[in-house]
């Protein structure tokens, strides 16, 4: 969904002029903000009870159900099927990632890549800024990007190079991908509370975080601040998943790994965020090297069989390695784990 809702707020019930002051101060313009904040959100930015902040948002989620913009509360599976099957998928300019994915990057969805440094994250992110841009029967979503960035990766002669290799519009893509510079923890916070307006004006159908975790892990040290970053995180990640679903937009984060050197079989490296990040993401993708090529498994998603598949980082993006267009699915891997987890970063929800 791209257009906007002919429906100003204070035409809701129960908001008058000063209600209305109040919530554009707080970062809240649009039904579809409004039907996406939390009670907590509302409260601590408006100063108001519970219930107050509870019938704000079931007004606006209720203006939006009969819109037809958001699910009614009961749906036939049949009916859910019917509009899966047309939710739009990015391509990534990579066969194998393309089947390994079901086709591509997901719109209404969180899809997490997380893998060591080298490993293929920032390479496949700005391949999306550019093969979003492509018309919807191109395998593209048709607008613009946000690009979030918290690592100082982001290179607009990378994209340059990419738009090249597939003979786009040097300066249209340019254009059309914005960057957020972020510095820290809460100016992410801040950048991700205000998607809603920022998706309206500027037609954005792609949103990348990149990455997740690095700042609040530079921020919150030891485990005493563990409860803090979790929740901070949490939050974050439940902005972004209701976001996706009610603006129709897909959202690409990446993270970081950290080791358990007690495990003595199986791979030692896993994902950053422990348990928080793990639940909120929609399809979890882990990336590794493989010689000079780089290996996707999919590790958690709700839909797609596991499986692996390879790829490569060329000076076009993200593509296929010569003649290796094969992606293989198995069963759910395990690990075989010896000893006690002493891994700083897990957490236990």
């Known amino acids: 969904m791209s257009e906007a809702i002919e429906v100003d707020i204070a035409d809701l019930p129960g908001v008058g002029p000063a209600t209305k002051a109040k919530l554009e101060a707080g970062g809240v313009t649009t039904i579809l903000d409004l039907a996406a904040s939390t009670m907590g959100e509302l409260v601590d ?16 989620q209720k203006l939006l159900k009969e819109k037809g913009y958001l699910e009614k509360d009961l749906v036939s599976a049949q009916e859910l099927f019917e509009r899966r099957s047309k939710l739009l998928k990015c391509t990534t300019y990579s066969e194998n990632l393309d089947n390994l994915l079901a086709g591509g990057i997901e719109t209404q969805a969180v899809t997490e890549f997380y893998g060591e440094f080298g490993s293929g994250k920032t390479q496949i992110c700005h391949t999306i800024c550019v093969s979003a841009q492509r018309p919807v029967e191109n395998k593209g979503l048709a607008g613009s990007v946000l690009y979030v960035d918290t690592e100082s990766t982001f290179r607009p002669e990378r994209i340059v190079q990419i738009a090249k290799a597939h003979e786009m519009d040097v300066d249209e893509v340019l254009n059309h991908i914005h960057v957020a510079k972020v510095y820290n923890s809460s100016h992410l916070e801040l950048i991700v509370k205000a998607l809603g307006t920022l998706i309206q004006q500027n037609n954005i159908k792609l949103v990348i975080v990149d990455s997740i975790i690095s700042l609040h892990r530079a921020e919150f040290v030891g485990r005493g ?10 939050g974050i990640m439940h902005r972004l998943k209701r976001v996706a679903e009610i603006y129709n937009i897909a959202v690409v984060i990446t993270n970081q790994v950290q080791a358990t050197p007690d495990t ?8 950053a965020g422990g348990n928080i990040i793990g639940h909120a993401s929609t399809y979890r993708i882990y990336l590794r090297k493989a010689g000079q090529e780089r290996k996707a498994i999919m590790i958690d998603s709700p839909c797609h069989p596991y499986g692996d598949t ?3 980082v060329t000076d076009g993006g993200v593509t296929d390695p010569a003649e290796k267009k094969t992606t293989s699915f198995k069963s759910k891997p395990t690990e075989k784990k010896v000893g006690k987890n002493t891994s700083k970063d897990d957490d236990s929800e």
Request: no cysteine; charged share 20%; proline share 3%.
């Open 45 to 60: 930015s408006l100063n108001i009870a519970d219930e107050t902040a509870h019938n704000l948002i079931f007004e606006a």
């Open 225 to 234: 601040t563990l409860a803090e970053r979790q929740q901070k995180l949490n």
């Open 264 to 271: 003595f079989f199986g791979d030692p490296t896993k994902a």
């Open 310 to 312: 390879n790829f490569m």
